[in-house]
Structure formats: structure tokens, C-alpha cells
């Protein structure tokens, strides 16, 4: 009964992780005039939330092996919280690239402990179901953005609204604390067998330097499409802003509903075939898109969600398997920061793009970074397969 407490005190902070992702998406066409700045600003944002992610997730080995995963989960999110009620509070942009940092910060850590954590004890389904809880608050999270600017509020009370359910996770965290299960003694011992360096890693253990590569592709598709995909709608199909923030919800939903599905399909498929699967399925939704049909978008939003879904929960998962469970932290760190790379720059990197392009290039950006992960993971697969390190 305690290990199923602990599991559901760690899906609650997969949903805490993913309310603040969506939020800036959803709010910007609404956000850049009130902060008189260029559209692609936005870019500059969550590009300084990504790198202190990044620096987090880097560090998280350390972090998590001196102070704990539940100490470090309770910390992390009580940072977002509060960096969540300074955006809340904030009418400059300056003041939010500045609170951005510890939003960026409160991310890294928690999330490389808390998923090479299911990595190791539970199974395949419930790493896809945890990702889905990451889905319910970034699906959330727009939601509640699109109702305060359709009722005419501020963006800022939809960032005060998802302040304050932060607030009330670290409470459940809080209380939750007697129910970790305390570290083993065994662990300190892992950690220090486990400290190489990531140049030494790439070195010795074949397919890391393509699985690094893996989750920079896929996390450029799905943070530029989340980033982005409200601006397309309202500069390309001219959609109203609060209708475009509903339908980036329905792209969180559709991640969020994918890797519920994933988690019972991992009863049928492997890891790797759910990848590509999710590939495909990501293919399907960008062809919507480019039709030049207003039936075809609402579709083609929940298909990029729903291919979205299976991909990173199932790479997160082969990560043990692939590498050993005695590398399996400091690498899942290294992958978390790899992929925050792809989330600091590429969105960033559209935004400039999109200022010569306009924002239907989106579509042809996210096709470019599909046919090369699409590439790389069938090389990362062939190389791990031929070599599987022992634990």
C-alpha cells in the first residue's frame, strides 16, 4: 500500500512538472502585446527556463545524492511555484526572463530523479503513465489560460490560477514525506561507481551518443510545436487567441490520452516499436496540417499529440536496458540535459526563423527534425542491440 501512495505522490509531481511547460505557449499571443515586445520574444523565455534546466538536470546526480529525491521533488516544485506567482505579479519582460531561472531550475532535478527512479522499479507502462500525468497539467494549463483570456482577464491571472494548484502540490509533498522509502545503503556506492564523465561515456558505451541526439530531436518537435503552435493558428489560420490557446490544449490532451494508451499497449509492443509508432503517427498530423483544410487542423493537432505520447516515456525506459542500471542515473541526467538543449534552442531558433518565414514554415521545421530522429534512433537500436552492457 506504501509503494502505491509513493507512486501516486510521484504522479502528482509529474503534473506540477508539466502545468508551467504549456503556459507560455498558450498565453504569448495575448503576453507580447501587453509587454510590448516582438512576437518571437517568447523564444528568449523559454530558452532561459531550458537552460536552467539544463544546469539542473546536469547536476542532478549530485543534488539527488546528497539530499534525496523527496527533499529535492519538495524543493523543486516549491521554486516553480513561486517563480509562477512572480510571473503572475509581472507586467515587465525583463522581470520574467529574470524569474525564469529558478523556473527552469526547479525542473531539472526532479525530473532526471524522479524517471530514472520508475526506470528502475516499476514497469513500462506506468513510465508512460507518469509522462501522461506530466500531459494532464500541460494540458491543464492552457485550459485554464484560454478561460481567463476568453472571460477577458488578464494572462497573468491564468499564471496566478496555476501558481496557487502549485502551492497545493508542495503541500501534498510535504505531507507526503514519511512516505518515501529511505535510500539504501548499497546507493552511495552506485553513485560513486557511476560518476564517468559524459565524454567517457560517449567513448565507451555504443548508441549514447545517438540516444543524446534522440532526445534533442524529439524535444525540438515537441516544445516548438507546444511553443509555437497557438501563434501558427493565430497568424496562419486566423484564429482568435483564446481559441488557439484551447486548441494547444488539445495538443497536451493529446499526449496526455496517448501515453495512458501507451502505458496498456506495452502489454502488446516493445519500447522500441511504441518509438516508432509514435513516429508515425507524428508524420500523419504534420501532413494534416499542411492541407489547406480547416477540417484537417483539429486533427492534425491531437495526432502530433498522440504520437508524441509513446516517444520519450519509452526511450526513458530503455535507458537501464541499454546502458546498465549502474550508469542508469548519471546518464538519465545527461539525456534530461541533452533534451533541454533541444528545448533552450530550437524553439528559440524557430522564433528568428519565423520572422523572414512567417509561422507556416512551422510545419516544415518539425518534418526536418522528424525524418532525422526517425534516422538516428534506428542507428541508436542497432547499436545497442549488438552490444547490451551488464547492470
Known sequence: MKKHFLLLVIYLSFISLGLPDSLLGAAWPAMYADLKVPVDYAGFISMIVAAGTVVSSLLSGKVIDRFGVPNVTTISVLLTAISLVGFSLSGSFIYLCLLAIPLGLGAGSVDAALNNYVALHYQARHMNWLHSFWGVGAAVGPMIMAGHLAAGNSWTKGYATVAWIQMGLVFVLVLSLPLWVKRRPTQKTTQKKSTTGLIGLVSTLPGLKEALFVFFCYCTIEASFGLWGASYLVFEKGYDTDQAARLTSLYFL??????????????????????????????VGLILLLLPYFSTVIPGFLLIGL???????SLLHETPINFGEKYSQVIMGFQMASAYVGITLMPFLFGK?????GHGFLVVFLGIFLVLIMVITRQMNKKTRIHTPAS
Do not use: D, H
Open 254 to 283: 493529446g499526449i496526455t490520452v496517448g501515453r495512458f494508451l501507451s502505458g496498456l499497449l506495452t502489454a502488446y509492443f516493445s519500447n522500441r516499436q511504441l518509438v516508432y509508432l509514435g513516429q508515425g503517427i507524428i508524420g
Open 307 to 313: 504520437g508524441c505520447a509513446p516517444i520519450f516515456p
Open 353 to 357: 526563423i519565423a520572422t523572414y518565414t
